[in-house]
């Protein structure tokens, strides 16, 4: 089994900043990918961000660019989220999302956090 933590949300004014961070524990081989979503009170899921394991460069959404910067640490299977700048309307649960492959015959699933609550205050 695998479970994913994320921890570091709280209450911040805007212009501020906050460190998001996410562990993932249990049984696992490899991990191909790792992401951040967010999402706001009466809205859909949004991507925020996601960062590859090998290959190429993170990818933000657009909302985000130049404020946030998504990071990881593979030996420790940790996933970080430097927000700066905070808004208002940054304000959500933002959750982790890790592509992992248990075994290394097994096939690769997408395992999802519990979310942590960012609130931006003007």
């Known amino acids: 089994q695998v479970q994913l933590a994320e921890s570091g949300g709280g209450l911040v004014q805007a212009g501020g900043s906050l460190r998001l961070s996410c562990v993932a524990s249990?049984?696992?081989?490899?991990?191909?990918?790792m992401r951040w979503y967010r999402q706001a009170p009466g809205r859909e899921r949004e991507w925020v961000a996601t960062?590859?394991?090998?290959?190429?460069?993170?990818m933000y959404t657009e909302s985000v660019k130049g404020r946030f910067t998504i990071s990881r640490r593979n030996a420790k299977n940790t996933l970080y989220l430097q927000m700066n700048s905070l808004k208002p309307e940054d304000t959500a649960v933002y959750y982790c999302?890790?592509?992992?492959?248990?075994?290394?015959?097994?096939?690769?699933?997408?395992?999802w956090g519990q979310g942590t609550q960012v609130t931006v205050s003007p």
């Open positions: 960062i590859p394991v090998i290959g190429s460069g993170p």
């Open positions: 999302g890790m592509t992992i492959r248990q075994t290394l015959l097994g096939s690769y699933s997408d395992y």
């Open positions: 249990g049984v696992i081989d490899s991990i191909s990918a």
